[in-house]
């Protein structure tokens, strides 16, 4: 009989990458100063970073951790004494105090969706305090706090468009597993996910975000429309192009954009012709079109991206 002898082998690992926050806060903020309300809706996550932080993944030390929950009490309370304003601006001064008020943290990650809301019109005449949810897309905002650096990206999301006609699809390559037929006239639709990086000197000096964002959705939309499109992928550039073109404050844009298929119901089994009038509308699977606009001689801001996953 032989003994058989096992070796014990040490693994040394380290804490890596971290943060922590508090996620998907729901704040409503009703400004009431006059019979003429007005509402705004956000939903904010604050995620805060550190190289303090890290006897608390190791060692269970909590004497550097700002709970959660006092980050969600500051969202309200900043909501309460500040008002709300932009969510750029509201995310800079939620985050400026994290990171002032507790010197230990190195940066920090601010986001946040607005939801938007439209006055009831009642006999022609808006409504002083009765509104109706708004649907045009989803307005995001995030704010990076790294060291002295200050990074703002604006953006969209659940932006959907279509158009019925105006765009084609051909001269693509074909081998043995092609299916797809060429196409000279399509539906192009998709929901845009789109975010903006301002230039550091542009958010130093001030900028007025909501212009901003309501010219480059208009922007953007007019080139949807506008364009002859022989690809989803012209389109995203046109569009990126075109918003840094109108707005000097933006350094680049990147994009999301899933196909929307439609496709032509073979109605003929039926004894009926289809003239491009009669579609499906598929929902998976779908091509995901992704992309970066960038303005000639800006400098590149990866620690901008930090946490926001889907862009290249």
């Given at each position: 009989m032989s003994a058989t002898s096992t070796a014990t082998t040490t693994s040394t690992v380290h804490l890596g990458a971290n943060q922590y926050g508090k996620a998907e806060v729901r704040l409503v903020r009703v400004t009431r100063d006059t019979p003429r309300h007005e509402i705004e809706d956000l939903t904010v996550t604050t995620q805060l970073r550190g190289a303090a932080l890290a006897d608390s993944y190791t060692d269970g030390d909590n004497a550097k951790v700002v709970a959660t929950d006092t980050q969600k009490n500051v969202v309200y309370a900043f909501a309460r004494e500040h008002g709300v304003h932009t969510p750029e601006e509201f995310l800079?001064?939620?985050?400026?105090?994290?990171?002032t008020a507790f010197d230990w943290y190195d940066g920090a990650t601010l986001s946040a969706?607005?939801?938007?809301?439209?006055?009831?019109?009642?006999?022609?005449?808006?409504?002083?305090?009765?509104?109706?949810?708004?649907?045009?897309?989803?307005?995001?905002?995030?704010?990076?706090?790294?060291g002295d650096d200050v990074h703002v990206v604006a953006g969209v999301t659940d932006l959907t468009v279509l158009k019925s006609t105006?765009?084609?699809?051909?001269?693509?390559?074909?081998?043995?597993?092609?299916?797809l037929g060429e196409t000279d006239d399509r539906i192009l639709a998709t929901s845009v996910t789109a975010r903006w990086r301002y230039l550091p000197s542009a958010v130093e000096a001030g900028i007025d975000y909501d212009a901003v964002y309501?010219?480059?959705?208009d922007t953007m939309l007019a080139t949807f429309a506008d364009l002859h499109s022989?690809?989803?992928?012209?389109?995203?550039?046109a569009m990126g192009r075109t918003a840094i073109e109108a707005f000097p404050e933006i350094a680049e844009v990147r994009f999301a954009m899933p196909n929307k298929h439609h496709f032509?119901?073979?109605?003929?089994?039926?004894g009926l012709d289809n003239p491009g009038e009669v579609f499906y509308a598929a929902d998976r699977p779908y091509g995901l079109i992704a992309g970066t606009?960038?303005?000639?001689?800006?400098?590149?801001?990866?620690?901008?991206?930090?946490?926001?996953p889907g862009f290249v």
């Open positions: 800079l001064r939620v985050g400026r105090h994290f990171t969706e607005q939801h938007a809301w439209e006055r009831i019109a009642v006999d022609g005449q808006e409504h002083d305090h009765a509104f109706v949810r708004a649907g045009r897309g989803t307005r995001t905002a995030v704010v990076q706090l790294d105006g765009s084609e699809f051909h001269g693509f390559p074909r081998d043995g597993y092609t299916t309501a010219g480059v959705l022989l690809a989803l992928q012209q389109t995203l550039f032509l119901v073979d109605l003929s089994p039926f606009v960038v303005r000639d001689g800006v400098e590149d801001a990866p620690a901008a991206w930090v946490s926001l």
